[in-house]
C-alpha cells in the first residue's frame, strides 16, 4: 500500500515564509555577502544570518529568456539542476502595470489567502478580497499566499521551457506572492519542481545542492513531500550547528522579469526587500521523458492563460484551490491497485482512512466511492478508471482532503477582523467562522457569491 500522502503535493509551502527582523527594505544589502573571518574562539558567521558561515560556491547558470523544453530536461529537469532566466517573465504586462492601484482597480474584487506575521504555530490562513489585503498589508505586515486568479493569468508571461514535451500537461498550480518586503524564508525544500518569477522587488536565493541535506538537520514531517529546518536564518547559531559550514551554496538575485528554476526538492532559502511580487508555477514529472508533442515546436509569445494548468481559481469559486492532489499521479495509484476492487476492499478502506484521517469534514465512504464508481457496478473496471476525467478526480480531492486554504465562507468579515486580529486570536476568529458556516449550511443558506457554475463544485 503505498502513502497517500504523496498526493499531497504541497501542504507546507505557506509555513515557510518568516518576516525577518534584519533586513528591512533597503536596497543596498549586499549579497552574497562578505564573509568575515572570525577573530576571537566563535565559529566563522556565529549568529549572522545565513550566508556568512561560508563563501558562495558560484552564481547559478543563466540563460537569457528562455530555452526549448528538450534542454530543460536534459540539463536541468532530469539531473536536478537549478537554472536562471534571466528577463524569462519580461514580458509580462504584470511587470509593468501591476502598480497597488491597477491591481485595486483591476481585480480588488478577487479572493486571495493570505497571512500574517504571527509569533505562533500553526500559521492561520485567511481569504479576503485582494482589495482589502491592499488596503492593509504595508501597516498589518500581511502577505499573499495564493493562487494566481484566472483573471489575471494573461498578465504573466509564460516560459517557453514549459510549452511542450510533458511539462505542458503536468502544470499543478499558479501561485501568486505578495508582500511589503522584508521577508526571510526558511531553509526548506518542496515537493513540486517550481519556476519562479519576480515582477516586482529584489529577491536572493541561496540555493542547496542535496548531497549537503545531512548537515542541514532538516525536518521532514511524514506526510509531506516538504521538508524545512529549525536554524534561524538571520542568526545561525553555528555551536548548535556546527556542520553547517560544510555546506556549498550557490545563489542568484533575480530583479523584476527574471525567474528561477527551483528543482523539487532543492533546498533553498528566499529573502526579498520591499515591496515584491511573484508568481509561481509548479509542475510534477512523471515516468519517462516523452516529446512528440515538441514537434515542430517552435518558440513564441505566450502567457500563462494559454497554459493548462490542473488547479485554479476565478472569482466567485467556493474554493481556492492551493496544495491539492496531483490528479495524474492519483489515476497511476488507482490503474495499478484499484481495478476490481470495491467499496468493502483493503485498498478502498485504505485510501479513506488517510484520507479521512485529521479532516473532520470528510465526505462520506459512500459519497466519495461514487465519484469512482460512474456506473454503480459496486466495483471498478481498468475502463472505468481510465474514463475518470480531471474534474471528477477533482472533486473526489476537494471532498476528501482539507483544502489549504480557507472556503469562502470564511472570508473575515469587517467585524471579525477587527476583533480578532487585534486581539491576536485568528484562531478563535476561524473557530467562530466554522461554527458560523456550519449553521448557515444546515439552514441551507447559500453565500450569495457563489455563482452557478461552481455549484458543481460545492463541498
Ligand atoms: C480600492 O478601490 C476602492 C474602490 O473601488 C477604494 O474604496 C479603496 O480605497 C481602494 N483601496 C486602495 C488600497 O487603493
Ligand atoms: C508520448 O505521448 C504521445 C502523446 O503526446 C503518445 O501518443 C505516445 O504514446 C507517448 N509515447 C510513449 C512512449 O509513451
Not at 2 to 19: H, N, T
Not at 268 to 296: A, P
Request: glycine share 6%; proline share 4%.
Amino acid at each position: 500500500m503505498a502513502e497517500m500522502s504523496q498526493y499531497f503535493r504541497v501542504p507546507l509551502i505557506c509555513v515557510f515564509v518568516v518576516f525577518s527582523a534584519f533586513y528591512k527594505s533597503s536596497d543596498s544589502v549586499q549579497f552574497p555577502p562578505v564573509v568575515v573571518d572570525s577573530t576571537g574562539a566563535e565559529p566563522r558567521g556565529h549568529l549572522r544570518p545565513f550566508g556568512h558561515q561560508r563563501e558562495p560556491d558560484a552564481k547559478i547558470v543563466e540563460y537569457e529568456r528562455g530555452i526549448h523544453p528538450k534542454d530543460f530536461w536534459e540539463n536541468h529537469v532530469s539531473k536536478s539542476r537549478p537554472l536562471v532566466f534571466r528577463g524569462g517573465a519580461i514580458g509580462s504586462l504584470g511587470v509593468k502595470l501591476w502598480s497597488d492601484e491597477y491591481l485595486n482597480r483591476t481585480y480588488g474584487d478577487l479572493d486571495v489567502i493570505i497571512e500574517r506575521k504571527v509569533e505562533r504555530r500553526p500559521q492561520i490562513k485567511m481569504r479576503m478580497t485582494f482589495s482589502k489585503f491592499l488596503e492593509n498589508y504595508e501597516e498589518r505586515s500581511w502577505y499573499v499566499v495564493s493562487l494566481l486568479p484566472d483573471e489575471m493569468r494573461h498578465e504573466v508571461e509564460a516560459q517557453q521551457c514549459l510549452m511542450c514535451g510533458n511539462f505542458q500537461k503536468n502544470l499543478q498550480e499558479l501561485n501568486f506572492w505578495m508582500s511589503s518586503g522584508g521577508t526571510a524564508s526558511i531553509i526548506h525544500f518542496d515537493a513540486d519542481h517550481n519556476i519562479h518569477c519576480l515582477l516586482a522587488g529584489r529577491k536572493d536565493f541561496i540555493m542547496i545542492d542535496p548531497v549537503y541535506n545531512e548537515y542541514l538537520n532538516l525536518y521532514k514531517p511524514e506526510e509531506a513531500g516538504s521538508a524545512y529546518t529549525s536554524i534561524n536564518v538571520d542568526a545561525v547559531d553555528m555551536v548548535k550547528f556546527p556542520e553547517i559550514r560544510k555546506v556549498q551554496w550557490t545563489w542568484t538575485t533575480l530583479l523584476p522579469g527574471d525567474c528561477i528554476f527551483i528543482p523539487g526538492k532543492y533546498v533553498h532559502q528566499v529573502r526579498s526587500y520591499g515591496r515584491s511580487i511573484s508568481t509561481t508555477t509548479l509542475f510534477t514529472t512523471h515516468g519517462v521523458y516523452n516529446d512528440t508533442d515538441c514537434e515542430g515546436f517552435s518558440p513564441k509569445y505566450a502567457t500563462m492563460a494559454d497554459m493548462d494548468i490542473f488547479w485554479t481559481y476565478h472569482k466567485g469559486q467556493k474554493t481556492v484551490d492551493i496544495g491539492y492532489g496531483d490528479v495524474i499521479l492519483f489515476r497511476q495509484e488507482l490503474l495499478e491497485r484499484a481495478v476490481g476492487i470495491s467499496k468493502h476492499s483493503e485498498f478502498f478502506e485504505n485510501i479513506y482512512e488517510s484520507f479521512a484521517d485529521g479532516f473532520d469534514e470528510i465526505a462520506s465512504r459512500d459519497e466519495l466511492w461514487n465519484i469512482l464508481d460512474k456506473h454503480k457496478r459496486g466495483f471498478l473496471t481498468e475502463k472505468d478508471i481510465l474514463d475518470l476525467d480531471d474534474e471528477s478526480l477533482k472533486t473526489f480531492f476537494r471532498k476528501a482532503v482539507p483544502p489549504a486554504g480557507p472556503l469562502q465562507e470564511f472570508i473575515i468579515s469587517d467585524e471579525i477582523h477587527e476583533k480578532y486580529l487585534q486581539e491576536n486570536d485568528v484562531e478563535s476568529g476561524i473557530l467562530e467562522l466554522k461554527e458560523e458556516a456550519k449553521k448557515r449550511e444546515k439552514s441551507k443558506l447559500k453565500m450569495q457569491t457563489v455563482s452557478d457554475d461552481d455549484s458543481k463544485d460545492e463541498l
